[in-house]
């Protein structure tokens, strides 16, 4: 049985095909159309998934979406309704970016762009799967048979804090929070507030956060408490989201308590970093509190967290530091970008009830590319390459990056979710302590306070940081341990934190063995990760990764088993190499003779 679990009209577009329970492809649209978190139709996603398969519409017994859009229109009336006559600007696109109003069409959206890319007249009904049930359904391709969900994420259809219990192929939901009283929306506001996007750029906040000091976090405190149910409440004397969406989500009391806001060009001062230290170290306890009174009610110890606040992986650790969870598991595609898979999974096993058969151990599930592709691209930049062995490849880069260099990483299929984790990836050694400032200013051109996340040997994390599981996904910032700060400088947060990925050999053999040789010629079984782009979605094809190699300050390229440290010839070489072709032409044509191509 296959399903297509597919979504528009939101950030993070994309879809996912589900097969017999296992994904085949989970891809999301942003890597094609290359606009981050977009909201389009996923055409390219559609097109790339089926033509890598050769299936047609008449191959999937059923699609899903991740959205009740009967639930979402009821809440959105109420909403609408709630604080009139202010309410009426949620009619206003620009009050709620994220997700056009359209949203509440979404079942003949998507009927409409799969006929139209499918060429296909009849299609199964589309199944509406809640959206918190989504991003719970996750559950279904953890390691656990039974342990507690728990979704914290903007807002869902109903709720914007959710807890399941999940045993076997069943999950129930426990408890949830109103749409409008959301920790993570509270996140998501004052991220925009210290002047970066929100939607988007929350972990950055996140990272900035260890710069700061406790000033504004007892007057935080009254912003979000906790309520005696195990719940929170938001409290709304600050905000006024809930009557004007993002168009005005501050109300005076939280600019004068915590000052007016950022512009993003303006300079980050202490201020800034301290509202930042608030918000996070608020947003822990609370995460934390939750947790905790969900372990009292219920007996389970592992944990499974989804939702956008999941990527907080230094909520995440403080969660497995500071109560009883034994075992916590964030998928890679926590966010949104994993909700088609979702639903999916949702019908699939709750709805329909099949067993749990598959266990998600690694996030490859994008496309890949043919060396003929690989090698068209290369030629088509007029890049010199060269073939080289695996074991020999490995050699080689592993010493590239014992030198110093830094390796644009290019593997098979693409990941999901928001993190590179080895295969569209940038590499450098993390034991020069200069090469993080190097990497955010020469090749990622972003903020000099964002950290690099350690990839390590999963045999050889415990050595280097203080965890006891694997975290596959980078979603646990543990700490590093205070003798090997030294060791690995780069990858060190300034809280002492790293954001930890455990590379294991099974789930990807050539980066496992490609960290062992580093790891063998240094004494280091480490290596600095960050996602192989700039300012843009994460790569997908050879072409972008080409382009992106070209345009900033990597000094190596690996495709697959190709291997190039070309930067093809400069501007002015080519203007000169033009000139020269130009003048060889016209000297031709004087002689009489046929003109080169
Ligand atoms: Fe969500």
């Excluded at 408490?225 to 009557?243: E, L």
Aim: aromatic share 10%.
């Amino acid at each position: 049985m296959r399903v297509l679990g597919i979504v528009a009209k939101t950030h993070d577009s994309g879809l996912a095909l589900l097969k017999d329970g296992v994904p085949e492809f989970v891809l999301e649209e942003e890597r094609y159309n290359r606009l981050k978190k977009t909201n389009k139709f996923p055409k390219n996603s559609v097109r790339a998934a089926f033509s890598e398969l050769g299936l047609g519409i008449a191959d999937v017994d059923a699609i899903t979406t991740p959205w009740d859009i009967g639930r979402l229109r009821r809440t959105f009336l109420s909403i609408l309704g709630g604080r009139l006559p202010m309410s009426l600007s949620f009619l206003l696109p620009s009050s709620h970016s994220a997700q056009q109003n359209q949203i509440v069409l979404l079942n003949r959206y998507l009927e409409r762009g799969l006929r139209e890319h499918l060429g296909a007249r009849t299609l199964p009904p589309i199944v509406n799967v809640g959206h918190h049930d989504s991003h719970a359904a996750m559950f279904f391709a953890s390691p656990f048979d039974e342990a507690l969900a728990l979704v914290m994420d903007g807002y869902g259809d109903d709720s914007s804090s959710s807890a399941y219990l999940g045993r076997g192929n069943i999950l129930q939901r426990q408890w949830s929070t109103g749409v409008m009283n959301s920790a993570g929306l509270v996140y998501t506001f004052v991220t925009e507030h210290l002047g970066f996007a929100g939607f988007g750029d929350e972990g950055k906040v996140m990272a900035l956060a260890a710069f700061g000091e406790d000033t504004y976090v007892k007057r935080f405190r009254d912003v979000i408490k906790p309520t005696p149910d195990g719940g929170y409440a938001v409290n709304m004397d600050y905000f006024s989201y809930d009557a004007f969406g993002e168009l005005r989500p501050f109300k005076r009391k939280f600019l004068d308590t915590f000052g007016p806001v950022r512009l993003p060009d303006e300079p980050l001062t202490d201020r800034h970093h301290d509202l930042a230290f608030a918000l996070q170290a608020v947003t822990e306890e609370i995460v934390v509190g939750v947790v905790r009174a969900l372990l009292k009610k219920f007996p389970v110890r592992d944990l499974c967290m989804t939702g956008g606040v999941a990527l907080n992986c230094v909520a995440n650790a403080k969660i497995l530091e500071q109560t009883d969870v034994r075992r916590i598991w964030v998928p890679p595609c926590a966010s949104d970008t994993g909700a088609p898979l979702g639903s999916a999974l949702w019908h699939y096993h709750q709805t329909l009830g099949h067993p749990r058969g598959f266990e998600m151990t690694h996030p490859f599930y994008g496309q890949a590319y043919s060396d003929d592709r690989i090698r068209e691209a290369l030629a088509k930049a007029g890049l010199q390459y060269r073939r080289i062995p695996e074991a020999q490849m490995l050699r080689r880069v592993a010493q590239d990056l014992a030198d110093g260099k830094i390796v644009g990483w290019f593997q098979g299929r693409f990941e999901m979710g928001p993190r590179a984790l080895g295969n569209r990836s940038i590499l450098a050694d993390p034991r020069r302590a200069e090469m993080r400032d190097h990497l955010n200013a020469q090749v990622k051109k972003r903020e000099g306070f964002r950290p690099f996340a350690p990839a390590v040997l999963l045999e050889r994390a415990s050595e280097f940081f203080e965890i006891d599981q694997p975290d596959p996904f980078m979603t646990l910032a543990p700490r590093v341990r205070q003798d090997k700060q030294g060791v690995i400088a780069a990858a060190v947060h300034v809280d002492g934190t790293g954001r930890i990925q455990t590379v294991e050999r099974s789930a990807n053999p050539r980066y496992y063995g490609l960290i062992e040789e580093f790891g063998r010629i240094t004494g280091v079984p480490v290596l600095l990760n960050t996602s192989f782009n700039r300012k843009e979605p994460i790569v997908a094809s050879p072409e972008h990764a080409i382009s992106c190699y070209l345009a900033s300050g990597m000094d190596v390229l690996v495709l697959g088993d190709f291997y190039t440290t070309d930067k093809g010839p400069s501007c002015a070489m080519r203007d000169v190499e033009q000139v020269r072709a130009a003048s060889a032409r016209e000297a031709a044509l004087t002689e009489g003779a046929t003109a080169p191509p």
